[in-house]
Structure formats: C-alpha cells, structure tokens
T-cell receptor
Framework: AQKVTQAQTEISVVEKEDVTLDCVYE???????LFWYKQPPSGELVFLIR??????QNEISGRYSWNFQKSTSSFNFTITASQVVDSAVYFCALIRGGSNYKLTFGKGTLLTVNP | SQTIHQWPATLVQPVGSPLSLECTVEGTSNPNLYWYRQAAGRGLQLLFY??????ISSEVPQNLSASRPQDRQFILSSKKLLLSDSGFYLCAWSSESGNTIYFGEGSWLTVV
C-alpha cells in the first residue's frame, strides 16, 4: 500500500520569506508518480507538478522548485520569496504507475503567508 | 484545451433528501473520471472512478452511488442523505493513458 506523509500541518511565514513543504512517501512500486496540488480558500485543487519515479531531476518553475530524492523517499516543495497569494493548503500525492485510478494524498500543509 | 465543470457549487439539503451532483469534461474523449470527497480535517478520499460509460468502481461502501451515462458526464447521487455525507465533493478527470488527475471546482454539500 502507498502512503504519503506531510508532517507539517501548518506553516506561517512573512511575505518574501522562503518556505519548504516536506513530503515523504512510501511505496513498493518501482514505477510511480508524485504530485503537488494547491488548494486555495476557494476549494479547487490546482495541479502544480507531476514527477515520475525515473526522473530525479529537480525542477524549477518561477518561484516554485521541487526536490525529488528517491534515496530518502522525499519530494519537497520550496516557494522562494513567498507572497500572500501563496496562502493555501498544499497536498502531496502519489499514484502507482499503470494504475490511473487512485491518488494517495497526504493530509496537506496549510501555508499562511502574512504581509 | 480540456475543462471540467461540476455543479451545483453549493448545496444545503435536509437529512433523507436525495442528492445529485453533476460533472462534465470538455475537450477530451474517453477520460477516466473520479469523485473525491474532502471531509473536515482536509483528508481527500476517492469515492468512485470510471474508465468508461456505465463502468463504475466504488472505493468505499457508503450511502452514495455514481453513474456515467455519457462519455464525459459523471453523476454522484444519493437516495437519502445522511448528516455524515456533508463535505466538499470534487470531480476529477485524467486522460485514458495519462497519469495526471485534474480537478473541478468542487461542490460544498451541507446536510442539515
């Protein structure tokens, strides 16, 4: 069975600070996909990134960056120079390769960016 | 581009009343479709998924049912709502061969 752990329940930062959201996963599959989703107060889950288990390259998209390390089963998400609009709940999730049915979600991290 | 819509956005229903939440996807064919529920405490739970018309798989036994009458339409129903059915319901889709799941805007259901 798969498991995703987001140990940080809530994080509060001041605008322009950098913040890292942690994600640790468990799976016995060799092929899997990892995701981050953002859930703003409106409720919609917004897809941010997908990373497959064979690609450990870190990725940067604007102020967002992701660090995937299979050795520690972690897929951490960093926001650089945070902004108030980054305030949301962030979910890390995992899906088995070849099984496009069930996303296993972490419990989410509530990020509050204060002005 | 693909879009997903679900409605109604907000619903307040009395205990014992029926429920129908509808979801449609545009811009793609043969999508996989999903219903998730997010209860208080933020946890997201897969309720149903469908890989084709009339093909429904249930993840959790409950008071709800799902149907897929058309390729890009997915409906969540209940004949008699319970208080415990309250929550935020999210429809989602993925391509037939894709591994990324995209979510709709969600529907807030309050059973009173």
């Amino acid at each position: 069975a798969q498991k995703v752990t987001q140990a940080q329940t809530e994080i509060s930062v001041v605008e322009k600070e950098d913040v890292t959201l942690d994600c640790v996963y468990e799976t016995r599959d060799t092929t899997y996909y990892l995701f981050w989703y953002k859930q703003p107060p409106s409720g919609e889950l917004v897809f941010l990134i997908r990373r497959n288990s064979f690609d450990e390259q870190n990725e940067i998209s604007g102020r967002y960056s992701w660090n995937f390390q299979k050795s520690t089963s972690s897929f951490n998400f960093t926001i650089t120079a945070s902004q108030v609009v980054d305030s949301a709940v962030y979910f890390c999730a995992l899906i088995r390769g070849g099984s496009n049915y069930k996303l296993t979600f972490g419990k989410g991290t509530l990020l509050t960016v204060n002005p | 581009s693909q879009t997903i819509h679900q409605w109604p956005a907000t619903l307040v229903q009395p205990v014992g009343s029926p429920l129908s939440l509808e979801c449609t996807v545009e811009g793609t064919s043969n999508p996989n479709l999903y219903w998730y529920r997010q209860a208080a405490g933020r946890g997201l739970q897969l309720l149903f998924y469908s890989v084709g018309i009339g093909q429904i798989s249930s993840e959790v036994p409950q008071n709800l049912s799902a149907s897929r009458p058309q390729d890009r339409q997915f409906i969540l129903s209940s004949k008699k709502l319970l208080l415990s059915d309250s929550g935020f319901y999210l429809c989602a889709w993925s391509s037939e061969s894709g591994n990324t799941i995209y979510f709709g805007e969600g529907s807030w259901l309050t059973v009173v």
